[in-house]
C-alpha cells in the first residue's frame, strides 16, 4: 500500500526517499541529491574560505565523505544540517592547516563581477523586495571581506545557525571572545550599510 | 541592528554560483572516480563527527547543553505540574479515609454500641 505523506514538505519527502533510494546503492538518487544540496555546500565552504577553487575542493571532499558514508546515517537530524556540520567541520579544519596562506580577502568588485549570488531560495517577492536583495548582497560582501576572528563567527551563528557554545568550541575560542566578535561584526555591517 | 538582523536572516538562504562552472557535474564525476585511496578521508575526526550525529543520547545532551534556561523552566514545570496531581491525589485518598471513617460512625452498630 502507498504511504501517505500528508502535513510533510515535499522536499522533506524527496530527501527522505532520496537518502532511502541512496543508501540501497541508486546511484541516480545521490545524484539528485548533489544536485540538492551542492550550491548550499559550495555557498557555505565559499564564505569561510574564501576561495572558489578552495570552496569547489571542499564540496568534493564533503560529497565523497557523505557518499562513502551514508549507508550508516541514521536521520536523527536533517540531512541539510548533517551536510552543513559536515561541511563546516571540513572548512575549519583546513582554516587550521592553512591558516596563514589561504586568509585570502576577495575585493568587493571581483565579488560583483566574478561571483552571481542568487537569493531566489529566500521567498520574497520581486517588487517589493528589489532594495532588501540588493542589501542582502551588500551584506554578504562585507561579509566576505571581515578579518577571519569576526567572519567564522558570524556566519556560524547568524547564516549557520550555531550555539556560542558551539562556536566556542570549534573555533577553540572563550564563549565570551565569540560573544564580543560577533557583535562587533554586526556593527562593523551596520556601519558599512550607512556609509 | 535590526534591519542587519533582517538581511542577515535573508542571506541564509543565499546561493553562490561558482565562476568556474557547474559544481554539480564535477561532484558526480569525482563521485564516479572514488578509489580506495578515498577512504581515508573517513578519518578519526570525520569518524568522532559520524558517532556523534548518530547518537540520540548525544542529541539530545547536545539540545540541552545549547538550551538550558528552557530545559530548566520545562524540568521546573513538570515539577510544578506532578507536586499539584500529588497533592490533588493525596487530598482525595485523605477525603476518601474520612468518609469512609464517618460512615463507620454513623453505622446503626455504632450507634446501638452507644445507645
Given amino acids: ?195 | 541592528m535590526n534591519d542587519v538582523n533582517k538581511y542577515l536572516k535573508i542571506a541564509r538562504d543565499a546561493v553562490i554560483k561558482p565562476p568556474s562552472g557547474n559544481i554539480e557535474e564535477k561532484i558526480i564525476n569525482r563521485i564516479s572516480n572514488i578509489d580506495n585511496k578515498d577512504e581515508n578521508l573517513l578519518d578519526e575526526k570525520f569518524l568522532d563527527f559520524f558517532e556523534k550525529s548518530n547518537s540520540r543520547l548525544y542529541q539530545t545532551a547536545e539540545k540541552i547543553r545549547n538550551n538550558p534556561g528552557f530545559f530548566t523552566v520545562i524540568t521546573i514545570t513538570l515539577i510544578f505540574i506532578i507536586s499539584f496531581f500529588v497533592l490533588i491525589i493525596k487530598k482525595l485518598l485523605d477525603e476518601g479515609e474520612k468518609s469512609v471513617d464517618e460512615l463507620k460512625l454513623s453505622s446503626p452498630e455504632n450507634k446501638t454500641d452507644k445507645d
Fill in chain 1, 1 to 195: 500500500m502507498e504511504k501517505k505523506n500528508y502535513g510533510k514538505k515535499p522536499r522533506e519527502v524527496d530527501e527522505k526517499v532520496l537518502i532511502a533510494k541512496s543508501k540501497s546503492g541508486d546511484r541516480a538518487a545521490f545524484e539528485e541529491l548533489v544536485r540538492q544540496f551542492s550550491k548550499y555546500v559550495y555557498t557555505t565552504a565559499f564564505f569561510i574560505l574564501r576561495d572558489a577553487y578552495e570552496a569547489e575542493d571542499v564540496s568534493q571532499e564533503v560529497f565523497v565523505k557523505v557518499y562513502l558514508s551514508l549507508k550508516g546515517f541514521r536521520g536523527l537530524s536533517s540531512f541539510k544540517t548533517w551536510i552543513r556540520r559536515l561541511t563546516v567541520n571540513t572548512c575549519i579544519d583546513r582554516l587550521r592547516l592553512h591558516s596563514k596562506t589561504l586568509d585570502k580577502k576577495i575585493s568587493l568588485e571581483k565579488m560583483t563581477e566574478e561571483y552571481e549570488i542568487d537569493l531566489t531560495g529566500s521567498g520574497m517577492s520581486l517588487e517589493k523586495s528589489y532594495f532588501n536583495k540588493e542589501t542582502v548582497k551588500e551584506v554578504l560582501k562585507i561579509i566576505v571581506n571581515l578579518d577571519e576572528n569576526y567572519r567564522i563567527p558570524l556566519i556560524l551563528r547568524d547564516l549557520q545557525d550555531y550555539s556560542y557554545r558551539e562556536i566556542a568550541e570549534l573555533i577553540d575560542k572563550p564563549i565570551g571572545t565569540v560573544k564580543t566578535n560577533i557583535h562587533r561584526a554586526r556593527k562593523i555591517i551596520k556601519d558599512k550599510l550607512k556609509e
